[in-house]
T-cell receptor, first 115, second 115 residues
Framework: SQQGEEDPQALSIQEGENATMNCSYKTSINNLQWYRQNSGRGLVHLILIRSNEREKHSGRLRVTLDTSKKSSSLLITASRAADTASYFCATDDLILTGGGNKLTFGTGTQLKVEL | DTEVTQTPKHLVMGMTNKKSLKCEQHMGHRAMYWYKQKAKKPPELMFVYSYEKLSINESVPSRFSPECPNSSLLNLHLHALQPEDSALYLC??????????????FGDGTRLSIL
């Protein structure tokens, strides 16, 4: 079953505007990751935020995490047409026997940035 | 270009065929993953290999058979698939670091159609 629900399902903005996507999850997490997926392509990792962190930045991206509300948000500032993609949050659990980590993806937000 | 290479990019097969999907990475990652993604849905984890050993099977039907012949290669053998198995199959890899979640690196997937 899916861990996360994302809101909104779809978002259309003009180039230069900011885009905010929200993710809610159901159970306690170790970490949360955000990924981008361009149409017909694989997923690209954006940011990993640990459960003891509240905010993290990477370039034009800002991610917040509120473990008390079981929610996270991804803000893209000064959006560009190239930011058009689907964005997924994923809860991230270590696989204790053997290694690696298990990602459970949210439902995703389809972002369209228009010129 | 992604650092995880998947072949073929597209595959059409009948329900009685046997085929294999291949995935290769040369980043030295010791965890590798198979995901299934239906249209407009998030990826769903199928299998995890860590140090060439299967560590997670998410109750996947036996018509899907994974294999990890060495640390760089991951195969998914397909036999007697059903039309509902048509989807994008994504491979990913990650480092394994004790006690630390790591980002996953995805290939662009194999788009599979079952006739």
């Amino acid at each position: 079953s899916q861990q996360g629900e994302e809101d909104p399902q779809a978002l259309s903005i003009q180039e230069g505007e900011n885009a905010t996507m929200n993710c809610s999850y159901k159970t306690s997490i170790n970490n949360l990751q955000w990924y981008r997926q361009n149409s017909g392509r694989g997923l690209v990792h954006l940011i990993l935020i640990r459960s003891n962190e509240r905010e993290k930045h990477s370039g034009r991206l800002r991610v917040t995490l509120d473990t008390s509300k079981k929610s996270s948000s991804l803000l893209i500032t000064a959006s560009r047409a190239a930011d058009t993609a689907s964005y997924f949050c994923a809860t991230d659990d270590l696989i204790l026997t053997g290694g690696g980590n298990k990602l459970t993806f949210g439902t995703g937000t389809q972002l369209k940035v228009e010129l | 270009d992604t650092e995880v290479t998947q072949t073929p990019k597209h595959l059409v097969m009948g329900m009685t065929n046997k085929k294999s999907l291949k995935c290769e990475q040369h980043m030295g990652h010791r965890a590798m993953y198979w995901y299934k993604q239906k249209a407009k849905k998030p990826p769903e984890l199928m299998f995890v290999y860590s140090y060439e050993k299967l560590s997670i099977n998410e109750s996947v039907p036996s018509r899907f058979s994974p294999e990890c012949p060495n640390s760089s290669l991951l195969n998914l053998h397909l036999h007697a698939l059903q039309p509902e198995d048509s989807a994008l199959y994504l491979c990913a890899s990650s480092q394994v670091m004790e006690g630390s979640n790591q980002p996953q690196h995805f290939g662009d997937g194999t788009r599979l159609s079952i006739l």
